[in-house]
């Protein structure tokens, strides 16, 4: 959250922003994988807004609630390319078809540690999976894909670029910078990538 000049408060989401650029150094370019979501909530969000904004042809997403999923592949759909499909939870029919596997779930940290949202049978040994967990740094999801001979990323690299971003988001606005980097111009984009502008107190 950084304080405006005028007094309005204006937020970053930096996750997207870390995501994306762990990602391009494992050597992944967007343009040409599929990305399939577990999760569409805060990271899941921000994580799937990004790779659209940076010309992802197709990501599908899941989610326990399917409310949150619809949400979100509609604001996709919307304000990015018409590259995201819902995925109703425990279908795993699409997983084979994405290169890039991505958990931002939750599931496999915290009390449900030793848990995986997708079963071991589902995975190709020519996938990326990611995690957006770092602690544990192998969740049960990145050792079941480790085993089937995958390349893997847990989410400390993308954190480490999240604080990055968080701290040049601060030294912009400073010098007179006015957006998120990653977030484009346009409003629309801006909302949807986690942009967050708030009006001074008391107006």
């Not at 018409?82 to 994405?98: H, I, N, R, T, W």
């Not at 939750?106 to 995690?131: A, H």
């Amino acid at each position: 959250m950084v304080k405006l000049p005028d007094g309005r408060l204006k937020g970053y989401n930096t996750d997207g922003t870390g995501f994306y650029t762990a990602l391009t150094e494992a050597g992944i370019d967007v343009t040409k994988e599929r990305f399939f979501c577990f999760g569409s909530g805060g990271a899941g969000r921000a994580m799937c807004s990004v790779l659209a904004y940076h010309g992802a042809t197709k990501i599908w997403i899941t989610d326990l609630f399917p409310e949150s999923a619809r949400s979100l592949v509609e604001d996709i759909n919307k304000n990015f390319a018409p590259v995201a499909e819902m995925v109703p939870y425990e279908d795993f029919s699409k997983v084979g078809e994405a290169t890039v596997v991505l958990n931002a779930s939750g599931v496999g940290m915290g009390q449900s540690i030793g848990k995986t949202p997708l079963p071991p049978e589902f995975i190709q040994k020519d996938q990326f999976y990611f995690d957006a967990c770092y602690n544990p740094a192998r969740t049960r999801f990145l050792e079941n894909a480790e085993k089937a001979g995958c390349r893997v990323m847990n989410g400390l690299t993308m954190s480490l670029y999240q604080g990055t971003a968080q701290v040049n988001c601060g030294r912009a606005e400073g010098t007179g910078g006015s957006h998120a980097p990653g977030t484009g111009e346009d409003p629309g984009r801006k909302e949807a990538a986690g942009l967050r502008v708030l009006p001074q107190a008391g107006k």
